[in-house]
């Protein structure tokens, strides 16, 4: 898209908008559960551990991996006490395993604005339908359900899968934030992307004729892109 459909001109809301409950979304191959370290530890644990294949998840986090499953199930409970952010873990309800987490974060709604992040899924569900599933729920409970007038996509501008997840879903790229933070010693340039209230419907239609079964052949292949039907 060459232009954004900016409102900058509207009379903003003076009521603020409502965070996200801490409740399940649920789609028609993965459910977001909230996080309980009880239920999600071990299947979370087996996701992002065991392996360099698993374990390279952790690679642009500000945390991880851990060194044994103890330390991992502490900082599990610490996330689910939480309210800000407000992490989910993700199954997968054909294997009824564990995805990876995502979390609603850096929540401001008295301007609605809200960031998804802390994101990672096992390499099993990276770059699949129920990890694009998974994602849109979350956009939409945001923009639909909540009607926030931005969701925020931000990343490690060395980590390039997250930032061509970002462009794929439709968020528009505003910028690096240089010498940002300071994650595990070294420093972070952070890459900005946004999706506005006014690109929304749109984009959640591509989502949705992507998201359909139609739209995948007998062997789980996409019949058509979601740069293509965002496209289009």
Known sequence: MDERPLNEDAVARTMAWAVPARAPLNGGSVRLEPLDPAAHGEGLFAASHGSAEHEAVWRYMSIGPFGDRG????????????????????????????????????????????????????????????????????????????????????????????????????????GVFHQHQVTKGHNRDTAWYSIIDGEWPTLRVAFQTWLAPANFDADGRQRQSLRDLRAG
């Open 71 to 174: 330390s991992f199930q502490s900082w599990l409970a610490e996330c689910a006490a939480a309210a800000d952010p407000l992490a989910f873990a993700i199954r997968d309800l054909d294997t009824d395993s564990m995805m990876g987490m995502a979390s609603f974060m850096r929540m401001t709604p008295a301007h609605g604005v809200i960031e998804i992040g802390f994101i990672w899924f096992g390499p099993e569900f990276q770059r699949s339908r129920q990890s694009t599933e998974a994602l849109f729920l979350m956009m939409d409970h945001a923009m639909t359900a909540l009607g926030y007038r931005r969701l925020e996509w931000k990343c490690n501008a060395l980590n390039e899968k997250s930032r061509a997840a970002a462009l794929r879903l439709g968020f528009w790229f505003e």
